[in-house]
């Protein structure tokens, strides 16, 4: 089959288009035809090999030579103890260690699966699971947003931030978008009631103060960040600076004492249930998967340069089989 290989790290140059051995699925594992998989920035860090923990997998090589997390495609095989889906099904779901997508085929346990509604295209589906699931679990679980509650979003303009904006609204959040210049129009098209371009101005400064901030580009230190709570507010980080989320995990709990804030790092569990409500929703068009662009599989390191400098509003979405 073809894939997109990578076997150091670097820029979108180190990824070349290879013929690979077709992956076998194990026991609980479905083999899947992709017709779609979507970018999410854990796919630019993993190609990077920044920050420090994209390199989980592998300190000095990748480990995994197949990025690509988020799939959406149709079962052509199944593993023996698989009981729920069959050869023809379609369906979707995120790759655990988020690797293997940038491919023709490519193996996932059962239970990551979700079936693809017959109302969502592949493209739509594969848009969904990371990002969607990152939103839930920190504006619905860990935020406990409720209606009226100010809520902030860094790095909102990317994939899980544009979900994050969309569900806070849902939940009658008044909510502000941070994210670079050139997404403030996007970010007010989602729904934000607030945008700051994160280069000209540092909303830990303004002196407005937030009930949760939701921190998907964590770079300023958690004692700056913890200005811009209220008091009892929240503090989740997803991905940045892997010494901020050492501060997090470090100092969270001695500020809690201290302070009454809560400041966690956000471990994201993905799950069937929380993919499953999600879909929902984007099945009902209460939140949109907003694709920004469609690549072919050939041009995954155009696609993931055009997402490492920043310019993707929402979704990229690699169109792996045309038909
Ligand atoms: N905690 C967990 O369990 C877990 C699970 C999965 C993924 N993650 C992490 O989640 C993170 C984000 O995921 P994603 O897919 O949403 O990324 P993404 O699509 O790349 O979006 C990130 C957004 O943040 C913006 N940004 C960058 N620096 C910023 C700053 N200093 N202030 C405000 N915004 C900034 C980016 O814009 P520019 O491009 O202009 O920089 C981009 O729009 C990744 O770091 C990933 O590793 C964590």
């Known amino acids: 089959m073809k894939a997109m290989v990578y076997t150091e790290y670097g820029p979108p140059e180190v990824l070349q288009l290879e013929e690979v051995e077709k992956p076998t699925p194990k026991e609980d594992e479905v083999l899947i035809k992709v017709h779609a998989v979507s970018i999410n920035g854990s796919d630019w860090e993993g190609l ?148 700051v371009d994160f280069t000209r101005e540092d909303f830990t400064k303004s002196g407005e103060r937030y009930d949760l901030i939701l921190d998907i580009a964590a770079y300023r230190s958690v004692f700056a960040t913890r200005r811009a709570l209220k008091p009892n507010g929240r503090y989740f980080c997803v991905g940045g600076s892997t010494a901020v989320l050492f501060q997090a995990l470090l100092l969270g709990p001695w500020i809690r004492r201290m302070a009454g804030k809560h400041m966690r790092i956000l471990a994201v569990q993905p799950n069937r249930e929380d993919l499953g409500f999600m879909t929902e929703l984007c099945e009902v068009g209460k939140i949109v998967p907003v694709i920004d662009r469609r690549y072919p599989l050939s041009e995954v390191p155009e696609a993931l340069r055009y997402v490492g400098e920043g310019r993707a509003k929402g979704k990229i979405v690699i169109t792996v089989d045309q038909n």
């Open 48 to 195: 990077i090999g920044k920050p420090l923990y994209a390199r989980l997998g592998g300190l000095r090589r990748p480990s995994n030579k197949i990025l690509g997390s988020d799939i959406a495609g149709r079962v052509e095989r199944t593993g023996s103890s698989v009981r729920e889906f069959q050869p023809g099904d379609d369906v979707f779901g995120e790759i655990p260690g988020y690797h293997g997508g940038f491919a023709e085929y490519a193996c996932v346990p059962e239970e990551r699966l979700v079936r693809k509604p017959a109302r969502l295209t592949f493209e739509e589906a594969a848009a969904i699971p990371q990002g969607a699931v990152i939103a839930l679990q920190g504006i619905r679980d860990m935020g406990q947003v409720q209606p009226g509650q100010n809520v902030l979003i860094n790095g909102a303009g990317g994939s899980a931030g544009t979900f994050a904006v969309q569900l806070a609204k849902l939940y009658g959040a008044e909510v502000t978008g941070v994210d670079n210049a050139g997404k403030m129009d996007f970010l007010r098209s989602l729904g934000a009631d607030h945008v």
